[in-house]
């Protein structure tokens, strides 16, 4: 079992729908959590940083970890086109960062 | 501010070859990080180094070395290429005032392809 998973997708949406891209993490010990973004032939950049359970909004996007299931979410609202790109999670302890594969996600104008 | 850097963009290798795949940094992080990126697969983390002349390796050393002689600057070295080195290479910095930094945000450069035929 990878220790965090990710759906790879695509997953395509008309602009303006809720995006829901979801991961799942098999360490308990994991505290942080992590969202990027990575545009075609770019790197990836932060988007989201949460510490434990909650969630944590910023504009369009909202994070949203539940240890108890070991869940993470990324929700976008009014999706545009130029959120099209892959959503990487990340989760880890002080010394561990374990990366997703990533999601492809695609909006459609 | 230019962040991280990254050159060259692109290289295509012979096998048996050898290349230095650049990084430098210009906000002053302590902590930089070499990932390869496969396709369907995380970043996986290669080396990493919490401070000049300290480098650790990291989940995929083998096949790599690298050094830190300045706080910008963390080069990436290959000698002896492999097909299976085929990757796009991401170098990241982050900072930390303690131990422990996996829990820091990294900044990352816009990669390296490399193609080993």
């Known amino acids: 079992q990878k220790e965090v998973e990710q759906d790879p997708g695509p997953l395509s949406v008309p602009e303006g729908a809720i995006v829901s891209l979801n991961c799942t993490y098999s360490n308990s010990a994991f505290q942080y959590f992590m969202w990027y973004r990575q545009y075609s032939r770019k790197g990836p950049e932060l988007l989201m940083y949460?510490?434990s359970s909650g969630n944590k909004e910023d504009g369009r996007f909202t994070a949203q970890v539940d240890k108890s299931s070991k869940y993470i979410s990324l929700f976008i609202r009014d999706s545009q086109p130029s959120d099209s790109a892959t959503y990487l999670c990340a989760s880890g302890s002080n010394y561990q960062l374990i990366w997703g594969a990533g999601t492809k996600l695609i909006i459609k104008p | 501010n230019a962040g991280v850097t990254q050159t060259p963009k692109f290289r295509i290798l012979k096998i048996g070859q050898s290349m230095t795949l650049q990084c430098t940094q210009d906000m002053n992080h302590n902590y930089m990080y070499w990932y390869r990126q496969d396709p369907g697969m995380g970043l996986k983390l290669i080396y990493y180094s919490v401070g000049a002349g300290i480098t650790d390796k990291g989940e995929v050393p083998n096949g790599y070395n690298v050094s830190r002689s300045t706080t910008e600057d963390f080069p990436l070295r290959l000698e002896l290429a492999a097909p299976s080195q085929t990757s796009v290479y991401f170098c990241a910095s982050s900072y930390s005032a303690g131990p422990g930094a996996s829990n820091q945000p990294q900044h990352f450069g816009d990669g390296t392809r490399l193609s080993i035929l």
């Open positions: 949460t510490y």
